[in-house]
């Protein structure tokens, strides 16, 4: 085999393997993305659990960068504080190392499995959810397939001198292995195809275990990397958590490869082969940070919000509104709608904005943080009326029946967000200052049921706002598929809530107003985001009478 057709197959090996990721990430994202945002979200109570959960999130997900930017949103929602994010990123680091030491032994069994298992669901699946644990089989099938693929590319290398010659270079200079791996990982973005890779080298015996221990560690860098790019242009919360969190796993992977350089430890200890060596030294990497990091999360977080803090002060400037309705753009009525759809996507995020704070306000009752969030309602008042006006002066031109029925959906969906906003403002905050008036406390089932409902329609609020712009047939579904979801959980919620009444609990009696009242308003505000998703259902005739019609694969 040619050096030109092996290095083509490793590619393509590598690109499988990548998208093989890519494809178990999404599956669990569309069929759970819910529950684990709502298992984040609960993490705020503690670094243990915090960890605990990014750890699992992170294996689920198989990466790490995706636990970082699910943290990164809740930080900019003020719902994850930065030490508890901290703890949360290195439990995901260690969750990804996970990954790698599972896929790493032999497997290969399970791939026919997965595919007829995982083919047959996806392709013959009657719920939402059994189609996609259909694709993550799938997915799992795919990896353990590109595994063995990029063995076989890999094979050839044994002969090859000019790959030796770079071994031996890169064994002098252990470096100039970490620049090139964490270079490798920030271009594939994924430090478990990475270091599977390396893991594979290794296995064909043409790479040495200290060298391929160089290249992980730099992986972990460049691991790091990609999350800071990812959420450069966010909030100053969401930065600070992916800034500590590359502090750690930059500074320990550095630290990490000083002592490989001076110390040269006895490899023998982490396994019988260069494989297991490089594995096993990534696994015990990230746990140790995790156990060196933890009791550190909080003086860390002390310096990263002095540093960022000051940063931000400096680039902060003062907000200023820029509209999206160019009424020059009036005569051209596709130019005209999607200037509307851009301005109600600003509306949609002013309600996120409102709804996120809603169960801390609920704890804390903070009077200024309340009066903030009442203010937004009045930006959201002049958006929708904007809106409004230039639909219906847009109307009033000669139009097609589609651009006319699309200002008209537009129109529609702007008054909903509106009233969502008035519910957040005059009944869930009200709720919140009668709380706090009163100094009332739920019972912790309780509050733990609100917390979830309220992390669930976040969820949907932030699903509804990506159909705006998709038009996704699929991700309509899934709302539509959320509201009977939510649907129920108020019923057993409220069934739960008046079984502790019955059973005298001091708290549940004390609060059961506001713990009915709140449920309703959070089912009210869901459907109220759930028709988002109508007007593309009903053109696909995937809605009959308001019910969603049996999915066809």
């Known amino acids: ?166 071994v031996d270079y890169l064994s002098g200079d252990f470096l100039t292995a970490f620049l090139l791996g964490a270079l490798f990982t920030w271009a594939v973005h994924s430090s478990v195809g990475a270091i599977l890779l390396f893991m594979t080298l290794a296995a064909q015996n043409v790479l040495p275990a200290d060298l391929g221990i160089a290249l992980a560690l730099g992986a972990n860098f460049g691991g790091g990397l990609i999350a800071l790019g990812l959420t450069r242009g966010g909030s100053v919360e969401a930065r600070r958590i992916v800034t500590g969190n590359m502090v750690f796993r930059g500074g320990g992977s550095l630290a990490a490869l000083f002592l490989l350089v001076t110390v040269a430890p006895p490899l023998d200890l982490l396994g019988a082969s260069p494989a297991a060596q490089i594995v096993n030294a990534h696994l015990l990497f990230n746990a140790s940070l995790l156990l060196i990091g933890l009791p550190l999360c909080l003086p860390m977080a002390r310096v990263i919000e002095g540093v960022i803090g000051l940063a931000a002060e400096k680039e902060e400037l003062p907000e200023t509104r820029i509209s999206a309705l160019d009424r020059s753009a009036l005569k051209v009525p596709h130019l005209a709608i999607a200037g509307a759809t851009r301005e109600l996507l600003g509306m949609g995020e002013t309600v996120q904005r409102m709804l996120a704070p809603v169960m801390e306000l609920y704890e804390s009752g903070s009077a200024p943080l309340i009066a903030r969030t009442r203010a937004l309602d009045d930006e959201l008042d002049r958006a929708q009326a904007e809106i409004k006006a230039y639909l219906t002066e847009l109307a009033r031109s000669r139009l097609e029946p589609a651009d006319a029925q699309r200002c008209f959906e537009l129109t529609g969906h702007a008054i909903s967000l509106e009233h969502v906003g008035d519910i957040i403002v005059k009944d869930l905050l009200a709720l919140a200052e009668k709380r706090r008036d009163r100094r009332l406390a739920f019972s912790e089932d309780g509050w733990r049921e609100l917390t979830d409902l309220h992390q669930r329609v976040l969820s949907n609020l932030k699903l509804a706002l990506n159909l705006l712009v998709s038009g996704d047939r699929e991700t309509a579904r899934q709302l539509v598929e959320e509201k009977d979801r939510l649907r129920q959980l108020e019923r057993d919620s409220s069934a739960r809530h008046l079984k502790r009444l019955r059973e005298g609990s001091i708290n549940a009696i004390e609060t059961s107003e506001i713990h009915l009242e709140t449920i309703r308003h959070y089912k009210q505000i869901n459907s109220l985001i759930a028709t988002i998703a109508y007007p593309i259902l009903s053109q696909s005739g995937d809605l009959l009478e308001s019910r969603l019609a049996v999915a066809e694969g």
């Open 1 to 166: 085999m040619t050096v030109s057709l092996m290095l083509l197959h490793l590619a393509g090996a590598v690109t499988l393997l990548l998208f093989a990721v890519r494809m178990v990430r999404t599956g669990v994202e569309r069929a759970h993305g819910a529950g684990l945002r709502r298992a984040i979200g609960r993490a705020r109570t503690g670094a243990v659990k915090a960890a605990a959960s990014g750890t699992i999130a992170a294996v689920v997900l198989q990466s790490s960068t995706a636990v970082a930017v699910l943290g990164a949103g809740f930080a900019a929602s003020g719902l994850l504080g930065l030490p508890v994010g901290l703890s949360l990123m290195l439990g995901a680091d260690l969750g990804s190392a996970l990954v790698v030491r599972i896929l790493a032994y032999d497997i290969s069994w399970l791939m026919p499995i997965c595919l007829v298992v995982g083919g047959a669901l996806f392709l013959n699946g009657r719920s939402r959810e059994q189609r996609q644990s259909g694709r993550i089989l799938v997915g799992i099938a795919l990896i353990l397939l590109s595994l063995r693929l990029m063995g076989e590319a890999t094979a050839p290398l044994r002969e090859g001198a000019f790959f030796a010659l770079v």
